[in-house]
């Protein structure tokens, strides 16, 4: 990780610059994949499997044998962590529910409005190098407490056309029963426009890599909604003297395991810090089984150090991380003033890692800087906002002539008649 000591503003976008994601060149290797699910439907399926799984494929949908059997793979103790991530997950998120808002605007007015759930929705699950069964917690048990009606997850198979068993348990346990042995854009592709076996849905969630992300994108252009747009995983550790030098390294290192694109940074006020922080990462990285893939991002990561807190402040918010974490002694005091970021972490003994796995927020969390303009995964993403109105005499008699006076003042007469002729009626 390259130290950079007090750069200069004009420099701070190009030194919080991501690494580059090539979304053009790869919407063109997708878009083929794309048209040939739409075209041919679980053929298509079958043979991307085989061309990009070495997978053969025979039945896309998991059936209720492999349920059991990724039941009787998984460990008690597994099970045990799973259950409580679960409960905790599902606490936070149940807590989101909104009763329906109803305001009397004026006298014979009134407005509501409700929250629907999606109907129909779709999970992404990565299950390459690293089968992430904790994001069916994350995106699957606020679908069920939404109440969409229809819940579809798509994940890849291994080798032998099967889904990582901890994949399968976790997906029953949060209520799922409709999971398909399909990855890649071709499985995005599959939830868009649907196939003989798969349902097309109206919203999909999840993360992936380049291809994922950029069939994502594409998708949007047939009229699926998606979560959020996104990019390589990231994590900003902003530290003071009080930090824990191990601690920190191994914050970055866990976000630097995720991919070669990943993107890790420390922001400091203590040069001494930064200089642990920098022996225990090479420390702490010599051990770890994802070695070459975290060293290729700490290639492209950076250390700042920052004379001043306000300074740094500014910084962070910034870059707007996905994940932020504060390891300061006033953690709490400055997690008030932080307004980008998608996560925030807060105090020396909360690490990253609890959120990405019980502690009850949600990990599918805006990257690449979206973090100032989108939220992550809550329980809002399921729901569609509908508003309502009635109005009665008097409300019609009061508010009537005010608004055909607007719509005739935007010389929009047919909307002044659909008040007109209500108010004769009512004095006829």
Wanted: with cysteine; aromatic share 6%; hydrophobic share 40%.
């Amino acid at each position: 990780m390259k130290l950079f000591k007090n750069p200069d503003r004009k420099e701070w976008n190009a030194l919080l610059e991501r690494p580059a994601m090539r979304m053009e060149e790869i919407e063109k290797q997708v878009s083929p994949i794309l048209k040939a699910v739409q075209k041919d439907g679980d053929a298509a399926l079958r043979a991307f499997s085989l061309q990009f799984d070495g997978a053969e494929v025979d039945s896309l949908l998991v059936s209720d044998s492999e349920f059991k059997e990724a039941d009787q793979l998984v460990s008690s103790e597994l099970k045990e962590s799973i259950s409580i991530a679960i409960d905790n997950i599902t606490k936070f998120h149940a807590a989101q529910k909104s009763e329906t808002l109803k305001v009397e605007t004026m006298p014979g007015i009134n407005c509501w409005r409700k929250s629907v759930p999606i109907q129909k929705v779709g999970l992404y699950i990565p299950g390459g190098s690293a089968p992430l069964f904790s994001t069916v917690i994350m995106i699957g048990a606020p679908a069920i407490i939404a109440g969409c009606e229809e819940v579809c997850l798509c994940t890849p198979p291994n080798q032998e056309g099967k889904i990582h068993p901890a994949i399968l348990y976790a997906a029953q346990k949060v209520g799922i029963r409709k999971v398909f042995k399909v990855g890649g854009a071709q499985a995005i592709a599959a939830m868009t426009f649907g196939t003989e076996t798969i349902p097309a849905v109206s919203k999909i969630f999840g993360p992936g890599n380049q291809y994922v992300t950029a069939a994502k994108q594409l998708a949007t252009k047939e009229g699926v909604a998606i979560d959020m747009p996104a990019g390589p995983s990231e994590v900003l550790v902003w530290a003071d003297d009080t930090a824990n030098a191990s601690f920190i390294a191994a914050d970055l290192l866990s976000q630097a395991e995720h991919g070669p694109d990943s993107q890790v940074i420390l922001v400091s006020t203590s040069e001494k810090i930064i200089e642990e922080t920098q022996k225990e990462v090479a420390k702490q990285l010599a051990v770890l089984p994802r070695k070459e893939i975290a060293q290729k991002a700490l290639s492209h990561s950076r250390s700042f150090l920052i004379d001043d807190e306000k300074t740094a402040l500014q910084l962070v918010n910034e870059y707007a991380a996905e994940h932020l974490i504060l390891a300061l002694d006033d953690a709490v005091s400055v997690s008030e003033k932080i307004v980008n970021a998608g996560s925030v972490f807060v105090g020396h003994l909360t690490p990253e890692s609890a959120g990405d796995y019980a502690s009850g927020t949600n990990h599918t969390l805006p990257t690449y800087g979206y973090a100032k303009n989108y939220s992550g995964v809550s329980l809002d993403s399921y729901y569609r906002k509908i508003t309502f109105q009635q109005i009665d005499k008097k409300g019609l008699l009061d508010l009537g002539p005010h608004v055909e006076r607007m719509a005739a003042a935007e010389e929009l007469d047919a909307h002044k008649n659909a008040v007109t002729v209500r108010l004769q009626s009512l004095i006829d």
